[in-house]
């Protein structure tokens, strides 16, 4: 078992802790390599063009943060607290930003509201491009990853402390202030530091829509591939840590507490039908749906005309992408073989050291490190995880430099990025297995692999179908983690549209994203049917 | 030390042929930091015999399972089984069958599955396995059950699966962790038995940790009462609630009264103002002992004044419990304590006695056991 410890905790020292420590060691080395002490911080603070970044990335992230927390704390009351209709529908509709990259809000806003707009009329005046249309994108990118974490909490409502509450004569307002928002205050919190980081560490939307407007995240992309000059990047890439890690620490905290709060045994609640507050609740659905439906819709229309909004012919021309700007229909293909490696491969590595992690027995400090270094990444903008890979494979030293720009590499890479939430969802459904599994088997005198393959891993299978989707979605996706490392044969449809909205070329940009939007659904619509036929199949042995 | 005396009479007492120990534990600690969980535990069973670690939660009863079944390795101390040390083997290399309070059987396999799961990988031919595995179900009454996933079955019947996985190998030690805690009240008495029968049918050596004493009571050959990592006492059934060598045992195992008193001289103790005759266990005079009786050995009497150990008592309570009255008893003469005494429910009716009823009682000599007072035992 330690062999197998070793094995995969190899993979996360090589794979994250070198490359990020050798990060740390350029921002303080000079263009030669010298060693320059804190030279490069202190001059990237006595620049103010490069240090004013630092504000403007925390006021668009703050501004993000205020407007899609309660939107989606809303959102998430009217689908748990209220008997309004297709409350299904409007959830799934409410995730669909999770399956585009995030570079797409930006190219929807440019047609809705950039120079030739349709409601260019809307912003009296002010352009798109900047810290409004960063804003807008980056609250259609997070709002599902913030609806999500309040669903939770909301879900775990006891449905005594509502009757206790309607016993003593409390109104609606007075319940949803001493009842409702306090047994979801925890999930409120970590969902805050969630969209603050995401949209700190965002670099997709920033690129395509913020204009002139500097942020943390672009900048490390223009001292890099602008100018350059990496040990800048690094010091960049080093500044952006910080926020991200300390977001990381409080959330873990504050999710630690959360657990506690889950242990009392609580009585679910079932909303009452009550026509008013159930018709106001679907109006607000309705309403944000179609905002977020209209940022795919107008997209997918943009894609498909000669030229939005002037000649609205249908053509199938932007779909001619070996034509363009970015890597073609090549770089579609190549993002479907990184998703699907980074799904399987990625599954694999993710569930077997999670299960080291959870059900080894002694060797209780590398199991240590290695949990420590699983849940790192949940702290490391991709970017930043990005240049550190340039660092450390494309050193001429490192023997595993001859990945540098192959597949495996970006593999590697986006097990990497993604590798914290796959190794939680992991951890929680070894959680939930009997410990003594392992103790009755080795007192049948059968080795531990056994009981893996033959007990641990078909109960955990829909979990690790859970893992294999999310890392395929977000594979498909990224970005962020992938643009400095992708080579001329690697490259990827994310990057395409990056680079075809480069170009210019926004409306074949809007069909690639859309591209891999139809992709990702129908990977979770794969998986939707797997996940159906395994439970049927599974249904004898599984209770409920 | 007087204990480890007493624990060797009591195996003598059982009346087995004293033969080499199948199980000999010797001078077992176990400390998690500043903890210690067991505390120089010394410990013989022999072949066949069925064990109850009984004790309180957090009395190191689990913890010293665990160190015999290898999974928490003891800090010191020595363990052989059959004449082998395996102070220091994992449990794949123990000799043991093991049962859980959770059962931890596996839920994608079936009954049948669970059962062969330790029969296959060695090299028994497959008809002699799937031949084992009916008989292990036939024995458990599972015959038809075989093809069920464990959710399919009920408590008591996903309870013998496991109990038949753990003796498929036909291990030399059975290990039952509370295997009967998680079952309702009525299956779990059925249960007992069950098991006791069949461990005796199969004579394998077996020690079952409980908290629950009347298990401990009706299925046990002998019983270790632990408490704060330490073993209190050690002896059959009986011995331990007839003769409980503790405070703690006496409290722990039934309902007992406890008294404060003081000897006056060999043979006789002072109670308030009575005097009382019993055996004072070499005690001196002027000691504080503390007096100990059972609540069904206080006897009722017609009020003879010259019977000796006989008190005058006012009946304080008197709650009905079916097929007897638990009474609450006081009187000038026990000096202000309160004894409790279990009454049989006919002669509450024929005596006619009610609450604020005057009695006279007798606290039988060979009942009353003193334990010499310590501020931490009451």
Redesign the interface.
Known sequence: MRLFIGVIGLYLVAALALPLGLMLAKSLQGSRDEFVGLANYVRYFSTPALSQSIGNSLGVSILSTVITVPLAFLYADALTRSRMPFRGFFKTVALVPILVPSLLPGLALVYLFGNQGLLKAALFGHSIYGPIGIVMAEVFTTFPHALLIVLAALALADARLYEAAVALRASRPKIFWTVTLPGARYGLISATFVVFTTVVTDFGAPKVIGGQYNVLATDVYKQVIGQQNFQMGAVVSVILLVPAVFAFMVDRAVRRRQVALLSARAVPYEPKPQPLFDLLMLAYCVVIGCALLSIVAISQFAAVVKFFPYNLALTWAHYDFDQKGGGGWASYYNSIRLALLTSVVGTVVVFVGAYLVEKARGFALGRGIFHFLAMLPMAVPGLVLGLAYIFFFNAPANPLNVLYRTMTILVVNTIMHFYTVGHLTALTALRQMDPEFETVSASLKQPFYRTFWRVTVPVCLPSTLDIAIYMFVNAMTTVSGVVFIYGPKTELASISVLNMDDTGEIASAAAMAMMIFYTNVGARMLHLILARALERRTQAWRRR | MGKALRREVGAEEVGRTVTTPYLRISRLTKTFGAFTALDDISLEIVEGEFVCFLGPSGCGKTTLLRAI?G?DIQTTGRIEQNGRDISAL???K?D???V?Q?Y?L????TAARNVA??LE?TRMPRGELVKRVHELLDLMGLAQHGNK????LSGGQQQRVALA??L??S?GLL?LDEPLSALDAKVRVHLRHEIRALQRRLGVTTIMVTHDQEEALTMADRIVVMNAGAIEQVGTPLEIYREPASPFVADFIGVMNFVAGTVVRDGAVRLGRSELACDVEGLAAGTEVTLAIRPEDIVVHDGGRSESNALTVRVDALVFLGSFFRADLAGDAAAGVLLRADLPADMVRRRRITEKSTLSVLLPPERIRIYPRSPVNR
């Open positions: 079944a999974l994992p449990p794949t123990r043991f069958g093991i859980f959770s931890a596996f839920p994608n396999l799961y330790g990988n996933y464990p959710a399919q996985r753990a498929a190998t291990p290990l």
